[in-house]
């Protein structure tokens, strides 16, 4: 039997697999099974920003034309866009070549356990399975031969591209400098193109939804640079959707008006997010304050006012991160006002005010523009549906109301 050519006893059957298996909700099983199968092999993926939709998408396409191309008489090998653009992305990104590859080979498994779970479960038929089981894996092994070399092959034309940029060697610079690869001040300074070491570091870290929007952020970055006062900010685009900013003064700024100047102003790309981390001087800081302002950026909703985040401001909710063990002692404190009607919300919201101005309910009818009488009797409330006293200081309370409003309020 010919490796390429359809075997004529076996072209009925693959034009009938093929309708069958092309119908978009066959297709998305092909597609959960090979993308779960990636992510338990390679969990360190999930945390590659923007990068598992672009991964979806490319086993997506890879399947609807490898079920296209498979009854055809001859076959007939294209890489899929989606799969050169995954391939670039990765390169842009400064991760490994072996990435790319594992993805194919984790792949590749999935395919041959896909045969052989096809070949068993096969009705008697009017064809030899041994030549339907050759077929395949032989079709399906070139197919996946090709992939890897033509994606190796986009991948190290983007690599190369990327190496010989002046901002990629600085990014380079950075990387070695969290990774605490590169700790002596001056070296770092002088790979950095002479940004001072020795002073206080604020670090910035923006993203966007739509990675083809990135190329908005460095002009956000400037305007925030600009209002903290601070000249020649650092820029690093390490690809993806993300932009790196370290800004350093002499002094820590003061960055408390920051959201809300530029939300004046209105000037932020759709579907924007800031972290921000606090000023940290020295070579530790320039780390640290980075390490802080991804930290933030959990805590951001894009298009509405919790667009930035200030670390300082969200320190203990990012520490204690969202965890099933968090959340049940948030379901434990805050018991029937963990809902999302708006009578809770508003309960919610009164709460906060009242214990973040230290019990004071002139203060939190100030801060939420209300009559004081109205925070007395939606604290009351609030006591009825607790069953217990909300008038004194209680930081438990504080700190599950603060963890729900940034990590579950207005999420579903």
Not at 23 to 28: C, G, I, L, W
Not at 106 to 132: K, M, T
Not at 256 to 274: F, I, K
Not at 338 to 353: D, K, N, S
Request: with cysteine.
């Amino acid at each position: 039997m010919s490796r390429d050519r359809v075997p004529s006893d076996l072209a009925p059957w693959l034009l009938a697999y093929v309708a069958e298996q092309a119908q978009p909700d066959q297709v998305e099983a092909w597609v959960d099974r090979v993308f779960g199968a990636i992510v338990r092999e390679m969990p360190e993926v999930e945390a590659v920003d923007g990068l598992l939709p672009t991964l979806r998408v490319t086993i997506r396409e890879h399947w609807v034309a490898f079920l296209g191309d498979i009854a055809q008489p001859e076959q007939h090998f294209h890489l899929p866009e989606a799969a050169r653009l995954l391939a670039v992305d990765i390169a842009d990104r400064q991760l490994p070549l072996e990435a790319l590859i594992r993805f194919y080979r984790i792949a590749q498994q999935e395919v041959w356990a896909y045969v052989s779970e096809l070949i068993s479960a096969l009705p008697p038929a009017d064809f030899d399975r041994a030549d339907l089981l050759m077929y395949f894996w032989n079709r399906a092994g070139v197919w996946l031969d090709q992939s890897i070399t033509e994606s190796i092959t986009a991948y190290q034309a983007a690599r190369s591209k990327v190496l010989t940029g002046a901002a990629a060697q600085r990014y380079e610079s950075v990387r070695s400098i969290l990774a605490g690869e590169l700790a002596d001040p001056r070296e770092a300074s002088a790979a950095l193109g002479g940004y001072p070491i020795s002073v206080q570091h604020t670090a910035v870290v923006l993203s966007v939804g739509d990675a083809g929007q990135a190329g908005t952020l460095e002009p956000l970055a400037a305007d925030l640079a600009r209002r903290i006062g601070a000249a020649n900010p650092l820029m690093v685009k390490p690809g993806g959707r993300q932009l790196w900013m370290w800004l350093g003064t002499r002094d820590a700024p003061d960055l408390s008006a920051l959201a809300s100047s530029l939300t004046a102003v209105d000037r932020r790309p759709e579907g924007v997010v800031v972290g921000v981390g606090s000023a940290t001087p020295h070579i530790a800081g320039f780390v640290a304050s980075h390490r802080e302002a991804q930290g933030a950026l959990r805590v951001t909703v894009p298009d509405t006012d919790r667009w930035l985040a200030l670390y300082a401001d969200v320190e203990l909710p990012v520490l204690l991160g969202c965890s099933a063990e968090v959340d049940r002692f948030v379901g434990r404190q805050l018991g029937p006002l963990v809902g999302e009607e708006e009578a809770v919300q508003r309960i919610r919201e009164t709460l906060t005010a009242y214990l973040d101005s230290g019990g004071s309910a002139e203060e939190a009818a100030r801060a939420l523009v209300v009559h004081r009488n109205t925070i007395r009797y939606r604290l009351a409330q609030a006591e009825e549906m607790l069953g217990r006293p909300v008038t004194r200081m209680d930081p438990q309370l504080a700190v599950a109301l603060r963890h729900h409003q940034l990590f579950h309020a207005g999420r579903g």
